[in-house]
């Protein structure tokens, strides 16, 4: 991971990396749009190309905002059959395009989308990229009720979890912040994470990594292809 980026250079490695996934975007598809100052970027760069869409189902309501505001037709997910592709940030990235999200808190319907999609493509700059997941906290969407539960068991995990107190998701949830994870496996924690009673979703993505990560730095824009993981 790399850390000792300037703000200007962050956010011009967010909109190179936002336009280079502009080639990914089909005439006439719908698009799923996931959230966060990344994406924000690939909304203002698909405004600006003007690629003809059927439509776009968005992972926030703050996208959803943005893509209404450029003209973009933002459909209701419970109407469309298919999504061709989607397209979001992430916090982390392995080399195996498994994922850390959810530092915006919509990371329930961002994996709701990335499963329905038939093409998932992830946009991250170079800081965001790292050998195993849980430097970044993963975050674990919980109904209110379920809270102090979930957090207990959380520990019993190897979790340090922290209530980001006063957030709320689109969906009325809290977000439980979890640190200290030994993410060795990111499959299980998954599973597991997700099975207890009162969890939403957890902000790991590996049972759904993404197709391709593009990658910017200041050497340009690298691309991974998921590759198939021995265990």
């Known amino acids: 991971?790399?850390?000792?980026?300037?703000?200007?250079?962050?956010?011009?490695?967010?909109?190179?990396?936002?336009?280079?996934?502009?080639?990914?975007?089909?005439?006439?598809?719908?698009?799923?749009?996931?959230?966060?100052?990344?994406?924000?970027?690939?909304?203002?760069?698909?405004?600006?190309?003007?690629?003809?869409?059927?439509?776009a189902v968005a992972a926030s309501l703050e996208s959803e905002r943005r893509l209404k505001s450029a003209g973009i037709e933002v459909l209701d997910f419970n109407w469309v059959d298919s999504l061709d592709i989607y397209i979001d940030g992430a916090d982390e990235t392995t080399d195996f395009l498994c994922l850390t999200k959810g530092g915006g808190a919509a990371l329930t319907r961002e994996k709701i989308l990335a499963t329905a999609a038939r093409q998932f493509i992830c946009m991250v700059d170079i800081r965001k990229r790292v050998n195993r997941l849980g430097a970044f906290p993963i975050p674990v969407e919980v109904i209110p009720f379920a809270r102090s539960?979930?957090?207990?068991?959380l520990i019993g995990l190897?979790?340090?979890?922290?209530?980001?107190?006063?957030?709320?998701?689109?969906?009325?949830?809290?977000?439980?912040?979890?640190k200290g994870l030994d993410i060795v496996d990111p499959f299980a924690l998954e599973s597991a994470i997700e099975a207890l009673p009162g969890v939403v979703c957890c902000g790991i993505f590996a049972k759904r990594r993404a197709d391709i990560a593009l990658i910017s730095?200041?050497?340009?824009?690298?691309?991974?292809?998921?590759?198939?993981?021995l265990k």
């Open 1 to 55: 991971m790399v850390d000792n980026l300037d703000t200007d250079t962050i956010q011009r490695l967010k909109i190179e990396v936002a336009q280079a996934a502009l080639k990914y975007v089909r005439p006439d598809t719908v698009l799923g749009v996931g959230s966060g100052s990344t994406v924000n970027a690939f909304i203002d760069a698909l405004t600006a190309a003007q690629i003809p869409l059927k439509g």
């Open 158 to 178: 190897g979790g340090q979890p922290t209530w980001r107190q006063g957030v709320f998701t689109d969906n009325g949830n809290v977000i439980l912040d979890v």
């Open 217 to 229: 730095s200041e050497k340009g824009i690298d691309t991974l292809l998921a590759q198939p993981i």
């Open 149 to 153: 539960y979930v957090a207990r068991k």
